[in-house]
């Protein structure tokens, strides 16, 4: 690959498009602390000796655990790494994900990100939309942007992103404020943003697919590691390799627990799909 197509600009940064995504260092549901925290350490310390500059959270993760291993692990951080957070949601005494969306909740939320990972500023805060927890749903997110805005003013955040939100959200939050980033689900298998990508593309906006693997059928699945074993890689290598060959605006942000997993996911921004294999890929898409 060539330099310029490693890279993206996040905010005002250039950031790697093979980032990392600290979700999966809490416990099993997202949920209370790593089995393993020295392992957890490792993964983030090695993302980041591998080049890793981008690093996305939340203070929901755990709660609270996933920043307090990235200030372990990292702080004082260095001076190209670019962490993100988001808010929009808290966890209840079980691990159930409720919407925390009050001007005061979101603003609560970025000073314990702030707190958590010892910064002074979050370079990206993602809202999340929680108008539906589990896929976007339209709605207004007016008075949820008007207190980021807010936040923004008061120099706590410098960029604002939208996670988990619909096309019309993003445009009605662009006529509030600079957007300068979407987190939705987007892969293989799941493409209902596949007109926002190409949009945002066009505005030099990146888009940060989760779940790269996710909600993908037995028969999806089955084409994929048939692709894959061709290919001589892991279905997960392929996936992200997919991804970023997809558009240049596509910022990668899989997690891993494992520091074996971590170097298999970095080594998937070397995997040349050629065209004949993407034309298979594309096939998977549900009909």
Known sequence: MSHNANTYTLGDRQVKRLGYG??????????????????????????????VNH??????????????????????????LVIVTKVG???????????????????????DNLRHLGLEVMEIVNLRSM???????????????????KLKERGLVKHIGLSNVTAKQVEDA??????ACVQNLYNLANRQDEA???QLAAQGIPYVPFFPLGGFSPLQSEQLTAVAEELNATTLQVALAWLLQRSPNILLIPGTSSPEHLQQNLASGDLVL??????RLNGIVQS
């Open 89 to 111: 949601a808290r966890r209840d005494a079980k691990g159930g994900w409720l919407p925390a969306i009050s001007p005061d909740e979101l603003t609560q939320a970025v000073e």
């Open 55 to 80: 690093i996305d959270t939340s203070d929901f993760y755990g709660p609270h655990i996933t920043n307090q291993l990235i200030k372990k692990a990292l702080h004082p951080y260095s001076d190209d």
């Open 174 to 179: 662009q006529k509030m404020t600079p957007i």
């Open 131 to 149: 108008l539906d927890v589990h896929a976007p749903a339209e709605g207004s997110l007016e008075p949820q942007v008007e207190a980021m805005i």
């Open 196 to 198: 926002l990508v190409d």
């Open 22 to 51: 600290a979700m999966q260092l809490a416990g099993k549901g997202v949920f209370g602390p790593p089995a393993d925290e020295n392992r957890a350490l490792q993964v983030l310390r090695d993302a980041v000796a591998a080049g």
């Open 274 to 279: 050629s065209a004949d294999v993407v034309q």
